[in-house]
């Protein structure tokens, strides 16, 4: 079965700290992106790779910052968290050259901070 | 710009009830639709598509039709099970690679 892995499904931090969300997939798929999601607002996209080294803002990139230094893993920063970052944040993956509807998603990481 | 535009939940019906969402796109072009779902505890499937108009996409009950000339993609289910009960998200893929979703509704099945 192909998966999408978020290393925690539950984070709290504290204003100021900075802050890893870890993403990795086993499907050797190019693409990855980092969502947000919010009652009311649905998914927002916060930062997009199509291949290792290559990051894309998405549409809310603003405190944010990725790393992407294998195919597998793509990494979401918050260099100082903000209690407005409080959010459940999901990770997804896709085959280079697929269309959307191929998107694979993790189960999500519930962040609060403090 | 583009967006997605769902009714607002949460939507609460008894089993075998007749389900509909609704959901209504702002596009340039002709983009490709999309319903997911958000089972509890778990990330976003994708549930159904459709990527012209006039096209319906089906799967485990659910349907959808891509209306062009009224710019929507309702999700309908004619008779409803407490597994059911999920978050769904109407989406529309955009030409630059970005898939954008609507707000989610959230569909609670009572037995």
């Known amino acids: 079965d192909v998966k999408v892995t978020q290393s925690s499904r539950y984070l709290v931090k504290r204003t100021g700290e900075k802050v890893f969300l870890e993403c990795v997939q086993d499907m050797d798929h190019e693409n990855m992106f980092w969502y947000r999601q919010d009652p009311g607002l649905g998914l927002r996209l916060i930062y997009f790779s199509y291949d290792v080294k290559m990051k894309e803002k998405g549409d809310i990139p603003e405190g944010y910052s990725v790393s992407r230094e294998k195919k597998e893993r793509f990494s979401l920063i918050l260099e100082s968290a903000s209690t407005n970052q409080t959010s459940m944040y999901l990770c997804?993956?896709?085959?280079?050259?697929?269309?959307?509807?191929?998107?694979?998603f993790g189960s999500g990481t519930q962040l609060s901070v403090l | 710009g583009n967006s997605v535009t769902q009714m607002e939940g949460p939507v609460t019906l008894s089993e075998e009830a007749f389900l509909t969402i609704n959901c209504t796109y702002t596009?340039?072009?002709?983009?490709?639709l999309f319903w997911y779902v958000q089972y509890p505890g778990e990330g976003l499937q994708l549930l159904l598509k459709a990527t012209k108009a006039d096209d319906k996409g089906s799967n485990k009950g659910f349907e959808a039709t891509y209306r062009k000339e009224t710019t929507s993609f309702h999700l309908e289910k004619g008779s409803v099970q407490v597994s059911d009960s999920a978050v769904y998200f109407c989406a529309l893929y955009n030409q630059g690679g970005k898939l954008i979703f609507g707000q989610g509704t959230e569909l609670s099945v009572k037995p």
């Open positions: 596009a340039t072009g002709y983009p490709s």
């Open positions: 997804a993956s896709r085959k280079q050259g697929s269309t959307n509807e191929k998107l694979f």
